[in-house]
């Protein structure tokens, strides 16, 4: 395995184990006390991506500072092993950044997984995301006590387009930071 952008372990690139040998494991971190993290989700604007759509700048800069460790991990890679693009809150928003790059630029097949992920990107973004990866391959996941998904507010989007994901029942009554723990997921 490697870790990307390793002075704070933001990510994790990975190959399968024992039978998961043809995938590619590439997953990353949520928000953590660091004030960069709390920075990155404050810088609410838009940005092009490095796939040609509208994302939120500051999930959009963290994806492309790890982009050059993403390919040189991938290049040596197999063109039939399956990519699968991983992430909790922040991270969730950046693998869905990651999950686009590679549809876009790899002849793999991908798969997104996010749990309690903020909003990425703009409409035409969760659509080309929607369309490149396959909505059956995007497993969104999220419980109405959460108030993560929810942000940024429109025009921002979740993908996959049109759905809304996985529904978890939440034990939290209400709006509840504590209800966006990766241990509520």
């Known amino acids: 395995f490697r870790l990307i952008n390793t002075l704070d372990a933001f990510g994790l690139c990975a190959m399968g184990g024992k039978g998961y040998e043809n995938d590619i494991f590439i997953i990353f971190r949520g928000s953590t006390k660091l004030k960069a993290d709390w920075l990155t989700n404050a810088r609410v604007g838009v940005q092009i991506s490095t796939s040609g759509w509208a994302v939120h700048i500051g999930f959009n800069q963290a994806f492309k500072s790890m982009l050059p460790q993403i390919k040189e ?107 966006h723990d990766m241990k509520k997921y």
Not at 74 to 80: D, E, K, P, R
Not at 126 to 131: E, F, G, I, V, Y
Not at 147 to 158: D, G, H, K, S
């Open 73 to 179: 991990f991938l290049s040596g890679s197999s063109a039939n092993a399956t990519i699968h693009c991983i992430g909790h809150s922040l991270g969730g928003a950046v693998a869905s950044i990651a999950a686009n790059w590679i549809a876009n630029n790899k002849p793999q097949p991908v798969k997104l997984y996010t749990f309690g992920a903020p909003k990425p990107g703009l409409m035409l973004f969760a659509n080309s995301l929607t369309r490149k990866v396959g909505k059956e391959n995007i497993f969104r996941t999220y419980h109405a006590t959460d108030p993560v998904p929810m942000v940024p507010l429109f025009p921002f989007m979740q993908p996959p387009l049109p759905g809304f994901g996985h529904y978890v029942p939440s034990s939290e009554s209400i709006l509840s930071v504590d209800a």
